[in-house]
């Protein structure tokens, strides 16, 4: 099996957001995402892929697309007990309101309150509120980067670093 794919949806049909006479409402915002990968080493120690993965954003008020491109690579380390090492290299770009992960771990908590960057939040703000808001930004590129290492099964360590720019700054 050398090539894989996968078809991801994820929608929020009562997502909060502020209506126009500043009261709160609902939205809606729906995310679909694509991947596929393709394996093109593998044998008892070491696999690598290559990947690639397109995603949209439709929601109340717009609509936004990402996608990525990058390699990973697993190796096995075998001794008295297995070790794995794990990394990643991903190339990025994204309209201004794309926001990869959107529906993550943490959705449930973060659709009241978005996560901000800004040291005192005076207003919050909901995170179908702060993709309205980004509608007005550049488009961006990047990369991201991770290792991670396992200890059979027991303990496991990652690492990662993403940088990104504006169109504007390439």
Known sequence: KRISMALT???????????????????SVHGIGFDTEFKFYKNDSLDMKAYVDVSGLFYTGGSSAGGALGVLVRANIEST???????????????????????D???RLGRLMAPSDAEIVTEPQTKLDLLNGLQQDPSRWGFYTELTYHLFRRFSVMASYEDSGTFGDA
Do not use: C, K
């Open 9 to 27: 949806v994820a929608s929020d049909v009562e997502a909060p957001m502020t209506g126009e006479d500043g009261q709160p409402t609902a939205g």
């Open 105 to 107: 771990t943490t959705y």
């Open 81 to 103: 007990s297995t070790h794995v090492l794990r990394g990643r290299l991903e190339f990025r770009m994204s309209e201004p309101s794309f926001i990869p992960s959107y529906f």
